[in-house]
């Protein structure tokens, strides 16, 4: 089998390039390790850029986003006391939308059914060739065991952290940062109207918990927990009496209802470089990883995902190699940037060390919620930076 563009990994990075290379013409075939009731029905990120959604509007995909998505203004900074309010659309001039990654991954993948473009998904042994050459091939066992073979001009790695692609770049050219975090999220979905009408970063003596949510019905809560934490050792009574005492403040009251999903998330900061070796490209997870804090790592794989498509597009379209060329260097500084703002989140909100770090956390927010000028700083940040070379493909 030939195509243009071999796509390993059909997350929201493998999804959304497909759909942005068929919009400028340019084919490409999906291969999937999970079978596509699987990938759309992981609960992960949920918190769009304004950047993001443009993105998705204008990939075509934006239609029941537009209907569906809840507009935060802000977030809320909570510690014992006090709760206060960043306004994001004041300080940054941008707001963030509520829409679950299962709701961006399902509208991506209808949208794929409907260009009739090939994926296989249940694909299994995946394995990238010669991609030091401008002949680069992928071969995998289909669904029923078939060995496979697709050829292709480029080969994209949006196959998250645990895929092969990015064993493909010899070992000698490839160098990676990591940071693992002495503390995880313990995750849950509960069927209960959110009780707040903003997302609340509460910092507590406890650990941190932080209080989220994925429609007017549904909302998504966290707590920081030992990475050695079981989950069978936190009842469902344990967890909210944990969110009741960490989320708490005088007057409010947390509404508790039916969890129907917990998991406990480890959290790494991690990223490899480069992003491009021949006529390979890594996007999202893949090349880089972001603890949660931040509400990065999906809008991340995105901004990669829109500057690679148009570095392909100018490449296998118009023959003109500028843009793939500086693609990896492009990508890492906003990667590096958005690693920086998600490593300072965590920091400054989940309990370590002693008494000393505990006041100079307390001490750090306190001044962005003080400042204009601190706070503007984490409401760029969030709300989203501008994608290199902006939205149009
Ligand atoms: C458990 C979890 C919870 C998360 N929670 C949050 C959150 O609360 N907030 C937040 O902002 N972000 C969260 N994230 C991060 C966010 O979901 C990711 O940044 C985002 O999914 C990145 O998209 P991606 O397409 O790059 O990678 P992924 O979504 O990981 O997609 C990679 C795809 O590649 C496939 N694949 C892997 N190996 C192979 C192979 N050998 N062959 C073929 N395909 C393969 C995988 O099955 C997967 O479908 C979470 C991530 C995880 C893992």
Redesign the pocket.
Same mark, same amino acid.
């Given at each position: 089998m030939r195509t243009r563009v071999a796509i390993? #990994? *059909? &997350? +929201?990075? &493998?999804l959304l390039l497909a759909q942005l290379l068929d919009r400028a013409g340019i084919d490409s075939v999906l /291969?999937? %390790? =999970?079978s596509a009731a699987h990938?759309q029905s %992981?609960i %992960?990120? #949920?918190?769009l850029e304004a950047g993001t959604v443009e993105l998705l509007r204008r990939a075509g995909v934006g239609e029941r986003l537009d209907r569906e998505a809840i507009e935060h203004r802000g977030i809320y900074l909570q510690w014992p006391g006090e709760r206060r309010h960043l306004d994001f659309t004041e300080l940054a001039g941008r707001a963030v939308y509520v829409y679950g =990654?299962t709701e961006v991954t399902k509208d991506l993948l209808a949208a794929r059914e409907k260009a009739g473009q090939a994926a296989f998904y249940e694909?299994s042994e /995946?394995a990238l060739h010669d991609v030091a050459t401008e002949r680069p091939y992928v071969t995998?066992r289909d669904a029923d065991g078939a060995a496979r073979r697709i050829d292709a001009d480029a080969v994209v790695g949006?196959? #998250?952290?645990? &895929? +092969?692609s990015k064993q493909a770049i010899p070992a000698h050219l490839r160098q990676t940062w990591e940071r693992a975090y002495p503390h995880a999220w313990l &995750?849950v979905l509960a069927d209960v109207a959110p009780s707040t009408d903003e997302l609340v970063y509460a910092w507590h003596p406890d650990g941190f918990a932080l209080h989220s949510l994925r429609s007017e019905h549904v909302s998504r809560l966290y707590l920081q927990v030992d990475p050695a934490e079981r989950i069978e050792d936190w009842s469902d009574d344990r967890i909210w009496e944990a969110l009741a005492t960490r989320l708490g403040l005088d007057g409010w009251t947390l509404s508790t209802g039916r969890i129907t999903e917990k *998991?406990v998330?480890p959290m790494r900061s991690f990223v490899t470089a480069p992003m491009r070796y021949g006529r390979l490209f890594l996007?999202?997870?893949?090349a880089h990883?972001v603890p +949660?804090t931040g509400?990065? #790592?999906?809008?991340?794989?995105v901004a990669d995902v829109a500057v690679l498509a148009r570095a392909l597009t100018t490449l296998l379209r118009d023959g003109s190699a500028e843009l793939a060329d500086a693609y990896s260097d492009t990508a890492l500084q906003r990667v590096w940037r958005c690693t920086h703002f998600s490593w300072w989140m965590t920091s400054m909100l989940h309990r370590h060390g002693d008494d000393f770090d505990a006041q100079l956390q307390l001490a750090q927010l306190r001044r962005v919620a003080n400042s204009p000028a601190a706070a503007r700083e984490l409401a760029e940040n969030y709300a989203g930076l501008p994608i290199p070379g902006g939205l149009d493909g």
């Open positions: 390993i #990994g *059909s &997350g +929201p990075a &493998g /291969v999937e %390790r =999970q990938v %992981r %992960r990120a #949920g918190i =990654q694909a /995946v995998f949006c196959d #998250g952290y645990h &895929g +092969p &995750g *998991s998330l996007a999202g997870d893949a990883i +949660p509400a990065k #790592g999906l809008n991340l794989a």
